[in-house]
């Protein structure tokens, strides 16, 4: 059950990540006018209120992956389903 728990808490992560990526993208990215230089405005992740930052996600995901690599075992599972390739 700590197996697929485990499982399951990264794909959330994965999920997560992803979202974040999304609305640090969306919002927080600035370009200077004329140059068109990118730069990142932190305030909307790093120093927002949130409870994490982007590296404690990092660190996080990064624990639950060696944990499952730590097992032995594969670290996903056999589709489940008629006809869907095993490679």
Do not use: C
């Not at 990264?10 to 927080?28: D, G, I, P, S, Y």
């Not at 594969?74 to 489940?80: D, E, L, M, T």
Request: aromatic letters at 10%; proline letters at 5%; hydrophobic letters at 45%.
């Amino acid at each position: 059950a700590l197996r697929r728990a485990q499982q399951i808490a990264l794909r959330f992560q994965h999920v997560a990540n992803v979202w974040v990526t999304h609305v640090w993208e969306k919002f927080a990215r600035r370009e200077e006018k004329g140059t068109g230089l990118a730069w990142y405005d932190t305030a909307y992740i790093d120093e927002s209120a949130w409870p994490i930052t982007i590296q404690d996600m990092n660190i996080e995901m990064t624990l639950v992956q060696r944990s499952l690599a730590a097992s032995g075992l594969s670290a996903g599972h056999a589709p489940r389903w008629p006809g869907a390739p095993h490679d």
